[in-house]
């Protein structure tokens, strides 16, 4: 049977970069979390700016509901933003003229 409390705890216990997108995970499930408004606001809007100490479980419900994040400084305010893949090949002229 379905434990929601045991597989809750094991998203926090989990390390980033193992952590896979649960397509039945909802986003209020983490509605009692203090960080659950900039969760919200990244949703929303692709960009939040967090307590630098709710950072990696913030990351880490981000990612669990799909959306893989990266970390930026800026003015040395602590960002979340969306988490690019590098392009593996320049695209060529013609293609960037269409």
């Not at 659950?36 to 990351?59: F, N, S, T, W």
Request: with cysteine; charged share 35%.
């Amino acid at each position: 049977m379905y434990d929601f409390e045991t597989e809750y705890r094991r998203i926090f216990e989990t390390p980033l970069e193992e952590i896979k997108e649960d397509i039945f995970f909802r986003a209020d499930n983490f509605e009692n979390e203090k960080w659950y408004g900039d969760l919200q606001m990244y949703l929303a809007i692709g960009v939040c700016k967090p307590e630098k100490d709710c950072v990696p479980d913030l990351q880490k419900a981000l990612k669990v509901l799909g959306c893989p994040t990266q970390t930026r400084e800026i003015d040395g305010d602590l960002f979340l933003v969306p988490q690019r893949e590098r392009q593996t090949s320049p695209r060529h002229k013609q293609e960037m003229e269409r």
